[in-house]
């Protein structure tokens, strides 16, 4: 009875796993788009894709600085910021399905990061207060 249950277990594990690994990362895309609400087109990434990219642009040669979105997959990316003489270009990457809504996505702070300081902060007001 435990090794057919165990049989069934390792099935179930393998199946899951495959299940997984069958799943092809989803982002939004866009080209060259003068507003976020335009870039949410939803796409099922290549299985090489692993990374969901903005790419925001700005235009310092034209009087309004226009600024362009491109969202887009990629099998490979860096995050990096650009100044060049006429304009700035950002680079944000994430690698969650649709992780790409944000227009200014490097901007953001997992919340995730923002529960740890909150509780170091309370943690050191316990501690310099004597509790």
Known sequence: MQSKMRTCLTILLAAVLCAEQAHSLKCYTCIAQSSNDQCMIPTDCTDGDKYCATIIGTDKSSSSGAVRITKLCLPMCTAASQHAGLGDVSTSCCQRDY???SGAASLRISYA???????????????WSGL
């Open 113 to 127: 990061t923002l529960e740890v300081g909150i509780l170091a902060s309370f943690v050191c007001l316990l501690v």
């Open 99 to 101: 992780c790409n809504r």
